[in-house]
């Protein structure tokens, strides 16, 4: 458990680099020296409602013939780690600096940024599986293109890739470059739906063990979900702004046909907040049931305890009265109990009436009644 | 009660699913492979002032017909599973593909969507047992017409049912669409109120319970109806803000009268969340109550432990040294208060001042008043 | 105890009922069968600055000529259960169907509902005494008439009904129906003073009691006092909103002069909030330091259990030792110490050396200190 | 400490008595019989760029001639509890009745009112020691006068009065009402700060005893300043509200030029707020650690006691077992191990391996390891 | 610990002294009196994008040739104590009264004052190492001039320098004072990042600790962690705010293209605020697990007590009867079983008979099982 949290944790502290240093211009961290990566595979997509192009290329180049011939045209980068191959894009698409720099550090909010040439919107697709890291999409929306970034390669487009190939789609019926971005940003944002779902198969078990056999694992496994959702909930609320300000702000590159759409996948968001905000409650409603539970149990094992101690403490002490060695001979006043007749037996009577009152002063306390325990049984069930 | 529970939360996973794949168009989703279900039953209500003809009808042809001959007809359709009858239902009253998408999707929360060929308007009708698992209803309302989707069949439109079939009923003579959408609304919001009664008197009983006898069943109870409250809320809080949108934003297709009347709703939206709130705080407070109850036992068990331990155990220790066997016969050291005349009476007197300081201790302690146990017990009658 | 809160449970349950039935239509609500309560006690004060008429009526028409006469009449209601009566107001006075449904329905919370024929306040003014129960007041104000409606009989509106009476008050003077609305508004909401400063008094004796001497009681008490507290709370909040709206809205029903006046009002439901919020964070801070000192005293007797458990049951075992009965005589390895000369003695040194020891563990870990039980002392006088 | 509280509770429950009765005119509370007070003191500085004449008066009709005379007035009057200087004073600065009834009745929050003939404002200075209560401030801002009313005599103003002495002082250079009200709001608001001063050094000190020596005088301290923090956030809140309306509402007796330095009020304001709720999280954080710290200290405690308890019980036990007084000639089977030769090293033995065995189980279980304690210890120093 | 702690309180409470008394002219803190510290450092940047000057001076009239023929000049100040030098500066480019006074008074909150003559800004800079104390850094901006105040020496401003050096560098090509502004406050919000790498570090650390060896030091180390993050979290705050002003504001000192720039630090301050809330939310969870994990292992450590104690002490109870001395001689009522042949085997088949029933107990309770053990023990590997 602790690996992981910890590869959490790091992952999160990554989120600073958002400049070299302090106190260095912006353009800065595009320089060759700094970004030394491999080159990225880029992937263009150039198609209009009869006919399309799809292949990947090496050069930036290649893209401008492309582009002169197609109305509109995705290209898709996996991988920003290369300083030549960014500058290269930025020249051929016109993007500000400052955009730039955005998509090379990959710790963005979800935003939008209106550039006059092109429109930025970063959202952040999630894995569907327990750490729930998120790795950042930047799409550029300008005339005629879309220009995709993604940190590595990830199989949220793949339903939109294959669309484009199908002649009859409607994605290809709807060639416009702002229709294609709600395609782009809906996948991405649909794509945290399986993600919660999985948390909320585990909190489904949870609830079972929580009810049926509360071990301390519970907690332990409540407070990996809280943490969880904490990274999933601040990975999730900027979207809902960014989507927001996309449907809101009177951009002509949006047109009203796509804020329609956009409207929708501001409901998904919205109920994306509200699924994490049910499911953190939900979670620490159940860390508190089992608190609960710890401290009555307890409470029962301190009854038992008191019960058992406190019958037999005096008991012992009894008992040790008569084990003395006073000489029965030396006076008649050296305990002559142990020469009567009748005095074992007087002696276990007093015994059996020591515990009897013992006995009796619990019960009326009520802390004999099997109550609690009936209940406690009784949830176990 | 996990069984209850896990049946809840299984639910409430299923709101995902709001698109088949991440990445898939919103049409897809009312391909017939994927909405395979029996057909559901449709019900016309053709109606003016002065006539009314209510019929259930199989095919979506016999619709035409009787929208030609009356001013308003609604069209209530129960079961959304059936892909085909979606798709005429969408074209004969032209509704937006997304809008039907999110029909099909029965997991919206409440909301207005304006489209342009009719008004969208999301509600969720609430079962009243405990469980309180929502339904969602949806609602389009456009020129002439009024066309409802319920999930399953639901008692809540039957008294509007019984009026629209009344002549001189107030439904009848305000005869128009935007009027009769209130008019369910106004049901499906209603319906809210038996479930928090119902709600409310388990909180009566609890509070007995808290007071006079509280048992780990009683916190189990209120996590419970803390649980199904946070549904409630989640339910409840959309209808405010979808009731006012409908009361702000200047839509011709609402008239200024039925506005007056959609104030009324939002009222009571506006009470049944004060309403949650409050539950849920009095759930809170009572919760608090009852782990304090809990300490306050424990911490008298523990005193009553402590008193007699402290107590018996240095008595224990005394009687246990003249239990030792040194022989007094070897040294006149060894244990010569065994022979003494009144050896055993003074062993009992330290024995008996052992005990009496103690108890004195105790008392100066302010261990020994009765002071909260009386209280205690006072709280209990 | 338990008794007290029942009631306010229930009486909050009824909430509920605004509507008869869901579905129902709201006219519904004003039929002679749902409502056949006694007649109402209906008061007419009939006024201007230089004459006045003020008469109990027995029946509704009897207002018309005074209203004729007199350019003001205000017409106070007590009693709101008899549909004839209202349907009879209704119509004199040309009053909402929805606001005399709301008239009716004895839950609203405080509210402004502007219609054409009259300005619609909902008030509710409070018992003075511990369960704090508030009933509802309908505040009709219109064009010559101002129109109210208790629950039941109070005696908030005597020292306007008195003021009425002298032909020199200020009441006389400003002779508009505004203004008479305001004087009963702030009559209203001035009785939550009293209220409050009764709770506050119960704080006062509570944090003595806290510091002094703390028992269950007064966490039992705490949980009243927030029960209350969250009740008076849910009723003050709406008039804010609701006063505020009257100051705000551009109504011409309530002239300038009037508004400077209401603005005072709005202070004081400011000051109603603020004194209700600051109680519930003293009620939260005092619970928090009973449950510190209950959890502080567990400790020191743990301490004391523990110091003097872990001191005697080493030496029990020391002295058991010596009190087994191997034969001395069979062999020298058998306990030969039991003839030794100085054989008691020495075991006597055994048991002081174990005890001294002990002690100084605890004396070193600071558990001897009676620092804490100082504090203690020192905290109780 | 209850004193001091209960005084503070006293006070803070006279809030309410805003009006004399429920439903009384508002006029009603300058009736005499009502505030027969002493009469107030009463201080005049009439003042120009270069004259100043600073006097106290015992009529209010001695202002009159000063104020034709100077361009501009500061009446400054301690005590409001006689009616009849209020109604002389009302009348001669043409002040609202609502005003004036708000100047009497002491326990208004900061706020600012927009009469006709005047500004009014109020704000509260506050005492610089424990309990800090405050006072009301009512400040009028007129047409060439300012006049103040303080509940009692405070030196707050002190250092305008001299100033006001002092020829060349910016304060007689900018002869402004607007610009001494400034000045005077500023005085008073900058009065929390050693208020603040002082509730810093004691959490000063509270840190270093949390840390070093933490006794249960710790929470009963932090209880004590958490209430003087929610005293003096709530008497602070209103201020920055009202000093923000003086900023932002275009008042024509509010000049530009003193709006600029307004700002800097409100900057203060924000610093206080900011100011008083992070002492109040310190508060909270050092609460928890104390609980914390006492749990752990409980743990540490009950592992002293179960370490003990749980290796000489069974000890006893096993030298109770040959403490049995069976008669060894009796039978052969009767504890023949008393007769043995090495029957008593054997029993030393086998209690030397139970001693062990439970050793060996707590420090498997990690009980022995000190490094709670080390930890502690360092915590201490 | 405590040290520290005490210095970041300390200086906490400094934030007060932001006028000298109460009630003094603003202009009266830049007296030669209050503030007769040493004469700062001051350092001159003139540059325009083909020449630069950088150069120490030693009098404020240095500045005057400089600025008359550069364009744009910086002109950096360190240390803020001298009266004279800030009245100098203050009149040399015409600064208002109450920003010199802000300027002094070190304890600002990061925000925006328009002055006429310039513009105000305040940004606080925060060393890097645990106590995380800030510097206020005053920026003015005005025509052809940036002027800046730092409390003590800092590089964050180096990277500045150095590039101002070099004459092809960006900051040299866009040769206008706000937009070295920009680079300035950019500068100083990026210094957050490592502040809070440094707290990630150490919670990265802390969260391996408390999974795998959870002492009391981690609750202490949080306790730390969140008073750092609370002092963070408090400066921080106000800078999005002061820069949202920057953004949103019409000031025309302020061009377009940096507004695009600085809706980049604008993005900064947010992700800083939404790292400093994640890290108190991890803070407030570690917590939580880490009394949770206290609890557990409280509950087990009483498990076993109870165990070992409700076997034992009746055992013991049971080896104490026939401990005892009654005469077997005297009666044959008198502990005959001690002289019964089989009677030892018989005492022992007891005990055992006792024991196991005891056991049974536990077991049937689910006391023995030792899967709580297992869970624990697998949470630490």
Redesign the interface.
């Known amino acids: 458990?602790?690996k992981r949290?910890?590869s959490r944790?790091?992952r999160?502290?990554r989120?600073?680099?958002?400049?070299s240093?302090?106190?260095?211009?912006?353009?800065a961290s595009l320089h060759p020296s700094e970004l030394a990566g491999p080159r990225p595979a880029i992937e263009v997509f150039a198609f209009s409602p009869t006919d399309v192009v799809s292949q990947s290329i090496q050069s930036v180049k290649e893209i401008e013939p492309l582009r002169a011939k197609f109305s509109l045209i995705w290209v898709n980068v996996v991988g920003v780690g290369n300083a030549e191959v960014m500058r290269e894009l930025g020249q051929a698409f016109g993007l500000?600096p400052?955009a730039l720099?955005?998509v090379v550090h990959v710790?963005?909010?979800a935003?939008v940024?209106a550039?006059e040439s092109s429109l930025y919107i970063v959202v952040r697709e999630v894995e569907q599986v327990a750490p729930f890291e998120t790795d950042q999409v930047s799409i550029f929306l300008g005339d005629g293109f879309v220009l995709t970034f993604q940190e590595r390669p990830r199989d949220?487009?793949?339903?939109?890739r294959s669309?484009l190939k199908q002649p009859g789609?409607?994605?290809r019926q709807n060639c416009h470059a702002d229709y294609l971005v709600y395609?782009l940003i809906?996948?991405?944002v649909?794509?945290y739906?399986?993600a919660?779902?999985n948390i909320?198969?585990r909190?489904?078990e949870l609830?079972?063990q929580v009810?049926?056999?509360p071990?301390?694992?519970v907690?332990?496994t409540v407070?990996q979900l809280?943490?969880d959702l904490?990274l999933l909930r601040?990975a999730i609320w900027p979207h809902r702004e960014a989507v927001n300000q996309l449907i809101r702000d009177p951009d002509p590159r949006i047109s009203d046909h796509t804020r329609?759409?956009l409207?929708?996948v501001y409901?998904?968001t919205?109920?994306l907040i509200?699924?994490v905000e049910?499911y953190r409650?939900?979670c620490t409603?159940m860390?508190?049931?089992y608190?609960?539970?710890?401290?009555?149990?307890?409470?029962e094992?301190?009854?038992?305890?008191?019960i058992?101690?406190?019958i037999?403490?005096?008991?012992?002490?009894v008992?040790?009265?008569?084990?003395?060695?006073?000489?029965?001979e030396?006076?008649p006043?050296?305990?002559p109990?142990?020469?009567?007749?009748?005095?074992?037996?007087m002696?276990l009577a007093v015994m059996a009436a020591v515990a009897g009152g013992m006995l009796l002063f619990f019960y009326r306390r009520g802390?004999l009644s099997r109550?609690?325990d009936e209940?406690?049984s009784?949830?176990r069930e």
């Open positions: 458990m602790s949290n910890r944790l790091s999160r502290l989120l600073r680099s958002s400049k240093r302090p106190g260095a211009a912006p353009e500000h400052l720099e955005d710790h963005q909010r935003k940024d550039y949220n487009f793949d339903a939109i669309q789609s409607f994605l395609r809906d996948a991405v649909d794509g739906f399986p919660l779902e909320g198969d909190l489904d609830d079972d009810s049926n056999h071990t301390s694992a907690f332990s407070h809280r943490g904490l601040r329609t759409y409207r929708d409901d998904h919205t109920q509200d699924l049910t409650e939900i409603d860390r508190d049931f608190m609960s539970t710890v401290s009555n149990r307890m409470n094992i301190m009854k038992v305890l008191t058992i101690a406190t037999f403490i005096p008991l012992s002490f008992v040790g009265i008569w084990g003395m060695n006073f000489n029965t030396a006076s006043w050296n305990m109990e142990l020469n009567w007749y009748f005095g074992y037996p002696a802390w109550q609690d209940t406690t009784k949830d």
